[in-house]
Structures are given as structure tokens and as C-alpha cells.
């Protein structure tokens, strides 16, 4: 049987670390001159980061995936320490709370899956932060799997 706080210890470390590359992530579209990710044109952070393509409605989409990682962190805090909490009248237990966390991870790996194309076959740079950001999705995404498949073992 799998440690549901060791799984949880490895969501929150993962999420922090998704959190502090999307915030270098917004930092970097926003930079004056060429970052340390510039390294070819084949692997540039800089021109994926800076694209068309790195907004939505004018907002970086690293904004987007802070604020994504941000509210993830919180709803781990609470399966933590295990409280209920009331979102928009639906209430969130520790079940409900791990199916937000497998959408919210469905829809960021379809959306990855998307930049991941722009990078590949329209930009035809790849942004390494990214791609990190990308491994760490899938790692949470897998985590979430493991809890979910723990609690209907019960």
C-alpha cells in the first residue's frame, strides 16, 4: 500500500518547484536582452517566451500556470490536514478534493500537450523551463493517479 503523506510530501515539493519556474517563466517574458536559456536557436527560452504565443488575452500563460500551482499548493494543504472546505457551494473532502486536483492536472497536460506542438512545429524552439514544467505536470498528474487508485482500494 502506498503512503498517502509521502505521496502528498512529493506533490507539495513538486508544486513548489512548478511554482518558482513559472515564476522565473513570467520574469523572463517580461526581461529586457537575452536570458541564460538563450543557448541556440533550436533550444531558446526567449523566443517561446516571448511569442504570440506566450499570452492569453494579453496575460503571460506562466501567469496562468502560477496561479494554477498556487491554488494546486492550497487544495494539498488541505488534503494535509485532512479539512473540508466549502468552494462556490460544492463542498470539497479529501475525495472531492483529489478529483479537482486530477482535472485541474488533465486539462494543464492537454494544454502542455498544446505548447509543447507550438514549440515543436510552429515556434521550432524549445523553451527547457518549459519542458521541465511540462515533467513536473506529468509527475503530479501521476501522483494524483496513485491517490486516487489508493483510496478506492478502501
Not at 111 to 140: H, R
Request: charged content about 15%.
Amino acid at each position: 500500500m502506498i503512503d498517502k503523506k509521502k505521496l502528498l510530501q512529493c506533490l507539495v515539493i513538486l508544486e513548489i518547484l512548478a511554482i518558482l519556474i513559472s515564476s522565473y517563466l513570467i520574469y523572463l517574458h517580461y526581461k529586457e536582452g537575452k536570458s541564460f536559456c538563450d543557448i541556440s536557436e533550436r533550444f531558446n527560452c526567449d523566443i517561446v517566451n516571448k511569442s504570440l504565443y506566450s499570452e492569453l488575452f494579453g496575460i503571460p500563460v506562466a501567469l496562468f500556470g502560477l496561479i494554477t500551482f498556487l491554488i494546486m499548493l492550497g487544495l494539498t494543504y488541505n488534503l494535509f490536514n485532512k479539512k473540508s472546505m466549502n468552494l462556490f457551494g460544492f463542498q470539497l473532502d479529501y475525495h472531492n478534493t483529489i478529483y479537482l486536483l486530477f482535472a485541474i492536472l488533465i486539462f494543464s497536460v492537454l494544454f502542455s500537450a498544446y505548447l509543447v506542438y507550438v514549440e515543436l512545429f510552429v515556434l521550432l524552439s524549445i523553451c527547457l523551463f518549459c519542458v521541465v514544467l511540462d515533467i513536473l505536470i506529468i509527475l503530479m498528474l501521476i501522483i494524483i493517479i496513485l491517490l486516487l487508485k489508493n483510496g478506492k482500494k478502501k
